[in-house]
């Protein structure tokens, strides 16, 4: 029986996490794949993580692993603890703020269990999925971070900055990686499309934004650090 791993990066995410929790439980996965969840709370200065372990004590069933990081390092380091602590076949990222559906797992495992992909993302730019509808220039920031990143890897990727990307776990782990904040996503997506042979996939799914007011933390000075990431990984194989 196969595991996916989810791992969900959380910081000061208090209002949200129990029910992201409620979601992820409930959800069947195709072939009875089993889930992993591994949260790790970075340092969290709220009420996130009393939430989390009454969670975790009065759900005993549900195979949760906490770590917690004694100062706020940023979602990358978050996720390198995450990848670290994975022991699934499949790896996913999920972020604690309800803005992706949990229930969309299996759109993306579907080319990897139908044997034509190794990492699967999930596109906020394509489909016939429900998005809300917001912030004319963080998506054009978007789709330039992307093209951007395309030009590197030599991908033709429509969301590079998605939340939902599904690996293959041990290729995965293999690649080092390095950025602490939010330049994980233009460092990972460049290193994993290196990979001799990978085949990555990309499938539409749904996008429940939420606003500055409601929590969104990434600001156009995380949007500068990852054009500097993707110049710095694309030009230089670090």
Not at 128 to 141: K, M, Q, S
């Amino acid at each position: 029986m196969k595991t996916l791993s989810i791992i969900i990066p959380v910081y000061n995410e208090f209002k949200t996490i129990r029910l992201l929790l409620d979601k992820i439980e409930s959800v069947t996965l195709p072939q009875n794949i089993t889930k992993e969840i591994i949260i790790v709370d970075d340092c969290s200065t709220d009420d996130t993580l009393v939430i989390i372990n009454d969670y975790i004590s009065s759900h005993q069933e549900v195979s949760i692993q906490l770590f917690k990081h004694e100062k706020n390092k940023g979602k990358g380091a978050a996720l390198h603890t995450g990848i670290k602590n994975a022991s699934g076949e499949f790896t996913i990222i999920q972020d604690a703020d309800l803005e992706y559906n949990p229930e969309e797992y299996s759109i993306l495992l579907q080319p990897v269990l139908d044997g034509f992909a190794d990492v699967v993302y999930g596109s906020r730019f394509m489909g016939g999925n429900a998005h809300r509808v917001l912030f004319f220039w963080h998506t054009i920031g978007n789709k330039f971070l992307t093209f951007l990143s395309n030009m590197f890897s030599n991908l033709n990727l429509t969301d590079m900055e998605t939340c939902y990307k599904l690996f293959n776990t041990k290729m995965l782990q293999s690649l080092q990686l390095k950025e602490k904040r939010f330049g994980f996503e233009p460092e990972v997506t460049i290193k994993i499309s290196r990979i001799k042979k990978i085949r990555m996939y990309e499938v539409g799914i749904s996008y429940y934004g939420r606003t500055y007011e409601e929590g969104k933390k990434i600001n156009w000075k995380d949007g500068v650090h990852a054009i500097y990431c993707i110049l710095k990984y694309g030009l230089f194989r670090l």
